[in-house]
């Protein structure tokens, strides 16, 4: 599954993601810029654009295990 | 990294190191595992965590998921697939023995390390009175079951919300409710919201965004009960100020309490301030002796900063569990010739009422405050803060693409007020008192605080008295006896 | 002649197509006064330290005269000043300095709080929060447009890719985005280049010759504020879904920008249009051309082109140079002081292979993950049309590869336009062994 995180410390709201991925990242407001953890995985030519157009590199992209995003309580049960 | 440190991580110090444990599944313990791998640490890597959850990211807590836009399963971080770590959910640690280099777990188990990283954050502090917690329709918002749980009130529409707190939290979800359209009332027990955090007189701009909004924003005012009906349902809030409020959702948002709690027995140097470590990470013990091998990161450490008078720091940012995270890592497995030390400044962003605010820097070390840049009328503007005239911190309203040359001018000691000449701002900076309350004042927590010189000094005010005055429905101007 | 200083010589035509050694001299001292009393800054983390300064304005009429009397300062040189090449292509603009018309400046050379709000207006009907989606609704559009193109060279053994692709492209999509009628767009392109031959001096010709193309550039500047004054009038009466229709009709919470805003913003724009994403496109396809291997590894991974514009706009950016600057307060940075009211020149293009920033910063290395590189500039005034540049060019060389069979340089190396500035080729001749469907 398709997951991003932007580490908003560094983002300076250029927006650059918004343009390249406009139902991933939105602007709330002026400046403040909100996001789909969770994309479709046929966002991804999008979700890269976005990534690599970003002016201070602030977006992570990445494959999460799906088995990881379920885990329950007795995950420890299981060891 | 390169493939120096990899190379290094093979060498004589990292044979001896095979088993690192660490305690804390969240942001920092998560970025310590991810950075271990990529130090070129090939060991076993285990992750104790207390709550069930893979770890997850906790800003969109308080303001896209409560909004409805993200679904709070949906905040969990993405991790590297080769991270090969040993995960221990929903199993809270419950003592550590340092003697015989063990974690104590709820069930009993015995995990043994080489080093240990303790990253375990924080909880949510609790309504002090325990029948009126239990109330069906009071609410804490620190976790992402909490979050799950509030964003499920909200959307069944309550007539009125009430926020215990004006602090980032509680003026975050104070926002949601009115994007929203829930009427809201936010209740301070100090002169403006955000106080602690960024002084009373960037305070007094938060509490005018507020009110601008449509929040019933009560300073000075504090919730003295929680009433329910009779099946336990909450019903109504008492306020200082003489108002009862009609109300079926609260939110208690008094701010964060150290996990400390587990390391009772273990020697080492911490109290509700948190755990005391040095520059490298190193926590030390109660005798002010850095431990070898134990490690501290994230919100629960206290850490000497370079720039701030030699204080140990707390700071509760995402940044800081990222970076502090980091640099423990490397030190990990690192000898120490090859340390690195934990210097980041502290940076903070929050969104609410149609702004974006971010700080860097430390705010509440501050004793003036100045405008530098925009205007308070257009909600866009930056402030410098300075502590005897030099410059310790900035506060962005959206105008974030400004605060590199804040954070370039905080690490090079810039005088303060700093000479800009910008062409927003006015001929002659005013700085005015910054405006931080003594500490205790306010029902939320600063988020960003010193904390003494030392891992031994004691709090500056760790009395019966003070305890009272930290009962958040002691109404201000309380003296104790 | 006196020798040359170093910023001299990347100025002078001789070295257009390649300043880079020119730049690793810079680099060595990463200010340096000039002797007519500008700054010129080479290194990477003074120049993103710098364009993060509130106290570096880009006003030039906050240059000062008086307050700021370096040495030997005479008329002529402050004049010079004057004359400096616009900022095309960070925030798209040609500032109208040197022709002494009373025309406001655009956005590009207004300081805060005057730019930020101009520039909200701007980006209301472009972009978030109010039109997210403008620029990527575009792509099916552009990608019919660089395919128009491509068919054009059916049958053709030698083309242009300047003329032939790198020039409709942006020129095309920058005139349906303003709403400029298609019949009018041979008229834009001519007034277009003459106003950057105009403003983009080449510091060999005479004072006179250059007096004189600054005057004419003037008159035509003034000739394409009455285009688009026409033009203004004509969607004021029959609003579009164009982007100058929103200008006038669609705005936000600063209120309708005022029409002699409309007039500068629509023509730079369209002068910005016209003048970079063409040599961004034109780079591109030079530099795979002289990388056959990543030409061919393009051609087999279409998702390589995001990061290799990226790349590219690293390691032969469009715009090599913000020359418009001025230090509002006394700066000092890398120990040297750069005085009160002195010009400032950042070279963009040499910050970005700054060896201290970047691992081999001369390899073109479209794999590169760390790259913030300075190819839009950085700050406020980061280049208003860099979304659309973006998309444009990664359609137009993701098009132009998968359908050129054996595309190979006719000749290395091609002649270049005249702005060290807004550097690119003025053709680029390739020869190829056909066209696919």
Request: glycine share 8%; hydrophobic share 40%.
């Amino acid at each position: 599954m398709l997951r991003i995180v932007v580490d908003l410390n560094r983002c300076e709201s250029y927006a650059q993601c918004v343009f390249a991925a406009p139902t991933v990242f939105w602007m709330k407001d002026e400046e403040s810029l909100e996001y789909d953890y969770a994309p479709d995985d046929s966002l991804l030519v999008q979700v890269e654009r976005a990534a690599a157009a970003c002016p201070v590199q602030a977006i992570s992209i990445c494959w999460l295990d799906e088995q990881l995003e379920q885990q329950g309580g007795n995950h420890s049960e299981q060891q | 990294m390169s493939s120096n440190n990899a190379e290094k991580t093979s060498s004589s110090v990292q044979r001896s190191v095979q088993r690192i444990v660490i305690v804390g599944a969240s942001l920092a313990g998560l970025s310590a595992a991810e950075s271990l791998r990529s130090e070129g640490f090939a060991g076993t890597i285990t992750v104790i965590g207390d709550e069930p959850h893979a770890p997850y990211d906790r800003p969109p807590l308080s303001k896209t998921v409560l909004t409805g836009w993200l679904q709070a399963e949906h905040t969990t971080l993405p991790q590297s697939v080769d991270l090969q770590a040993e995960w221990l959910l929903g199993m809270p640690a419950i003592g550590l023995d340092l003697g015989n280099r063990e974690v104590e777990l709820a069930d009993g188990r015995r995990v043994g390390f080489d080093r240990l990283l303790i990253s375990t954050g924080t909880h949510a502090r609790t309504w002090p009175d325990l029948a009126q917690a239990a109330l069906d329709g009071v609410c804490l918002l620190h976790t992402r079951d909490d979050a799950a749980r509030l964003r499920a009130r909200l959307a069944a529409r309550p007539k009125r919300v009430l926020v215990i707190g004006g602090g980032f939290t509680g003026s975050e979800v104070a926002s949601v409710c009115r994007e929203l359209g829930l009427a809201v009332t936010v209740t301070e027990r100090s002169a403006t919201p955000l106080i602690g955090a960024l002084g009373a007189a960037a305070g007094a701009f938060a509490g005018q965004l507020q009110r601008a909004h449509g929040v019933d924003l009560r300073c000075n005012v504090t919730v003295m009960s929680l009433e329910g009906d009779e099946s336990g349902r909450l019903r109504c809030a008492y306020l200082s100020d003489g108002d009862i409020l009609d109300i079926d959702v609260a939110v208690v948002a008094l701010g964060a309490v150290r996990n400390v709690e587990w390391l009772r027995d273990s020697g080492l140097a911490f109290d509700s301030r948190g755990l005391a470590c040095d520059a490298a990470c190193r926590a030390f013990d109660i005798n002010g002796i850095v431990t070898d091998g134990i490690f501290v990161a994230g919100d629960v450490a206290r850490w000497p900063h370079p720039l701030y008078g030699g204080e140990l720091l707390a700071v509760e940012h995402w940044g800081n569990a990222v970076e502090q995270a980091r640099t423990a890592a490397h030190n990990m497995v690192s000898v120490p010739a090859d340390f690195r030390a934990y210097k980041s400044l502290p940076a903070f962003w929050s969104r609410q009422f149609g702004v974006n605010l971010k700080t860097i820097g430390l705010p509440s070390f501050a004793d003036e405050v100045v405008l530098t840049q925009g205007s308070v009328l257009e909600r866009r503007l930056v402030a410098a803060y300075g502590y005897k005239g030099r410059i310790v911190a900035a506060l962005t309203v959206n105008m974030a693409r400004w605060l590199p040359a804040y954070k370039a001018m905080i690490e090079a000691r810039v005088p303060f007020p700093p000479v800009l000449h910008s062409p927003d701002s006015s001929a002659e900076l005013r700085p005015v008192p910054a405006g931080f309350p003594p500490h205790g004042q306010t029902t939320h927590s600063a988020n960003a605080i010193k904390t003494g010189t030392g891992p031994s000094t004691p709090p500056p005010e760790e009395s019966s008295t003070s305890d009272k005055v930290k009962d958040p429905r002691v109404p201000p101007g309380f003296q104790p006896k | 002649m006196i020798q040359q200083s170093l910023y001299e010589q990347v100025l002078d035509y001789a070295n257009r197509a390649n300043p880079y050694p020119l730049y690793a001299q810079l680099r060595q001292t990463p200010v340096t006064r000039q002797t007519d009393g500008s700054y010129v800054v080479s290194t990477y983390r003074e120049i993103v330290s710098l364009l993060h300064d509130p106290r570096i304005g880009s006003d030039f009429r906050k240059r000062s005269v008086h307050d700021r009397p370096p040495a030997g300062l005479s008329t002529n040189k402050e004049q010079a000043f004057k004359s400096q090449v616009p900022e095309v292509g960070t925030e798209a603009s040609a500032s109208n300095e040197g022709s002494e018309t009373e025309v406001v400046p655009s956005f590009i050379g207004l300081d805060p709080p005057e730019h930020d709000r101009i520039r909200r207006q701007a980006t209301w009907p472009f972009g978030p929060p109010h039109k997210p989606g403008r620029v990527a609704d575009m792509e099916s559009e552009l990608i019919c447009l660089a395919n128009r193109q491509i068919d054009t060279m059916k049958g053709k053994s030698s083309i242009d890719i300047v003329e032939d692709f790198a020039y409709p492209i942006p020129v095309t999509m920058i005139s349906k985005l303003l709403g400029v009628p298609p019949e009018d767009q041979a008229r834009l392109h001519a007034l277009s280049e003459a106003i950057i031959e105009g403003i983009d001096l080449d510091p060999q010709k005479s004072q006179e010759e250059r007096k004189r193309r600054q005057e004419q550039s003037g008159q035509t500047f003034k000739d394409l504020e009455q285009y688009m004054e026409a033009l203004i009038e004509r969607h004021r009466k029959h609003p579009g879904s164009d982007l100058l229709s929103g200008l006038i009709t669609d705005y936000g919470p600063d209120g309708p920008m005022a029409q002699p805003d409309i007039v500068s913003t629509a023509s730079l724009l369209l002068i910005a249009g016209h003048e970079t994403t063409v040599n961004l496109i034109t780079n591109g396809m030079l530099t795979l051309l002289r990388h056959p291997d990543v030409l061919e590894r393009l051609r087999r991974e279409p998702n390589l082109v995001i990061r290799l514009v990226e790349e590219l706009l690293r390691y032969e950016p469009p715009v090599q140079i913000l020359p418009n600057r001025v230090a509002l307060a006394d700066i000092t940075i890398a120990g040297t002081i750069i005085q009160k009211g002195s010009p400032v020149i950042l070279l963009l293009a040499s910050g970005s292979r700054d060896p201290a920033r970047f691992h081999d910063p001369d390899k073109f290395d479209p794999d590169r993950r760390d790259n913030m590189h300075l190819g839009f500039g950085c700050g406020i005034h980061y280049c208003y049309g860099a979304p659309l540049a973006r998309l444009e060019t990664q359609i137009a060389l993701t098009e132009l590869v998968r359908r050129l069979e054996n595309p190979r340089l006719a000749y290395d190396q091609p002649p270049y336009r005249q702005s060290a500035t807004l550097r690119g080729p003025r053709h680029l001749i390739i020869e190829i062994d056909g066209v696919k469907d």
